[in-house]
């Protein structure tokens, strides 16, 4: 019987890859936005959209690639770009203006 390791891997990581680059847009967002000042209450809450958009498909990203179905394919650097998004958007939250 063949290995099905090449398809299965395709066929997880594309789910995987489409919430990596969600998430790194709504991070990239949550960077690039700058309020005009304290009372810019617009850009104020879309940055908090974006940190919370950011730490949201992150977290889906990690449960996925935690499923012990996913974690004997793929391989363990699946774990960091979601790592790192959620830690840079919490960052960004916390340190909001």
């Given at each position: 019987?063949?290995?099905?390791?090449?398809?299965?891997?395709?066929?997880?990581?594309?789910?995987?890859?489409?919430?990596?680059?969600?998430?790194?847009?709504?991070?990239?967002?949550?960077?690039?936005?700058?309020?005009?000042?304290?009372?810019?209450?617009?850009?104020?809450m879309?940055?908090?959209?974006?940190?919370?958009?950011?730490?949201?498909l992150?977290a889906a990203?990690?449960?996925?690639?935690?499923?012990?179905?996913?974690?004997?394919?793929m391989?363990?650097?699946?774990?960091?770009?979601p790592?790192?998004?959620?830690?840079?958007?919490?960052?960004?939250?916390?340190l909001?203006?």
């Amino acid at each position: 019987m063949p290995d099905d390791r090449g398809c299965l891997r395709l066929v997880l990581g594309v789910p995987l890859v489409i919430l990596h680059l969600l998430a790194g847009y709504c991070c990239y967002g949550a960077l690039t936005i700058r309020p005009a000042g304290p009372w810019d209450e617009g850009a104020l809450m879309g940055i908090e959209l974006a940190c919370l958009l950011t730490v949201v498909l992150s977290a889906a990203a990690l449960l996925i690639t935690t499923a012990s179905s996913v974690r004997r394919v793929m391989a363990p650097w699946w774990f960091v770009p979601p790592a790192v998004m959620t830690l840079v958007a919490v960052v960004r939250w916390v340190l909001l203006d």
